[in-house]
């Protein structure tokens, strides 16, 4: 299997590039924010509701010291915010920029520094937070909605698929989903299956950049011809590096109702971080080996598609995203032409759909 042992190979030599970041200064950064941010940010990260200061904002900061708050987006983009001000990020003018006055070094101390105040807890940090791909699973638990479109090009009727898919954060490590998908073949639309699931990080570790995460999903099928599955994956998330992010899966797609029809499921993505701006075009290259446990004529052992896709950060934030991609079979090729997919994913833990443009 070529493949997979190219995008390995890929993820080698991504992780060989040199890493080019210093120890933030924790005693510098807290001296900066005493002097800089405590006015309105409060010296402990919560705003002082009394001081005048705050009182005169007509946006209340939030309150750094909520672990959950603290940890959810990536640093990266308090790191903007710190140096660019507010808009660069869709928030507000009252947030001022303090690139300039702090130069690079000074940022990433009062960064680092902030990023202390909630303290030590158990939320994995959204560093952590890698794109969602096209097939491989995500590890980070995350609050989001996501519409998923797939256009299947075959012998016989082409097929559209959409899925709308809810995820909510429970306490620091759980997640619950919810999956909804509607088939159009030729000229027959259904409901296709619903899907409740969870997701439980198993470990994260945000200063080697990894998370790892169990989940699984029920199939409750909505149409005759379509088996009870139970889905059960298990997702690993790597920041290789500043440039590069690696996200791997291994599913079962189990039938309830036909051993034969079950499968698994193994995937892998790279993802080219080149900027920390959200609001940009990051390509990726995907692959899906995928074992059907029913062995026939013709039916290979493993079946390859390779699926290059590109994420499209919309808002400023980041946080309203489209993901294009397509998906071309290597083997067994009678499955399909090639699939078609468009993600749009809002991260509502960010912001309004609206709001951040
Ligand atoms: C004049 C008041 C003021 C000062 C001084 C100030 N901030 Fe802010 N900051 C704000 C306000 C108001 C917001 C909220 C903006 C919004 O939600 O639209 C904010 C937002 C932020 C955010 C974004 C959090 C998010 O919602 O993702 C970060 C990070 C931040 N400030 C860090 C700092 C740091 C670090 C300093 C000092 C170097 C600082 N601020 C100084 C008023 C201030």
Known sequence: MRTPGLLFLLAALASVAP???SAADLARGRQIFETNCASCHGAAGKPDLQSPVVQALAVKP???????????????HWQIVIAHGGPALGFSELMPAFGEALGDEGVKDVLAYSRTLAGAHDYPDGGMNLFLSL???????????VWKVRHTDKDGPNQWRNTLEYEWRIGTRWQGVLEASHIIDGSRDRFDVVE?????????????????????????????????????????????NEQWTLQ????LKMSLEDFDHSSAEFAGTLHWTHTISPRAVFPGIEVVAEAPFERGPGVSA????VLPQMRIGLS????????????????????YDWRGYAYLIWDIADGGFFEGW
Not at 135 to 145: L, N
Not at 302 to 305: A, F, M, N, R, T
């Open 302 to 305: 493993v079946q390859v598609s």
């Open 316 to 335: 400023k934030r980041g946080h309203v995203a489209l993901n294009l991609g397509v998906e071309l079979p290597v083997n067994d090729s009678y499955r």
């Open 19 to 21: 890493v080019v970041s």
């Open 135 to 145: 097939r491989t699973k995500k590890a980070f638990p995350e609050d989001e909605w």
């Open 62 to 76: 939030a309150n750094f010291s909520d672990p959950l708050f603290n940890s959810r987006e990536p640093a990266s």
């Open 248 to 251: 791997t899966s291994a599913r």
């Open 196 to 240: 409740p699931g969870f997701k439980y990080v198993l470990h994260h570790d945000a200063s080697a950049g990894r998370i790892v995460t169990l989940g699984g999903n029920l199939g409750v099928p909505l149409r005759s011809d379509r088996d009870w599955e139970v889905l059960p994956y298990i997702a690993y998330g790597k920041v290789l």
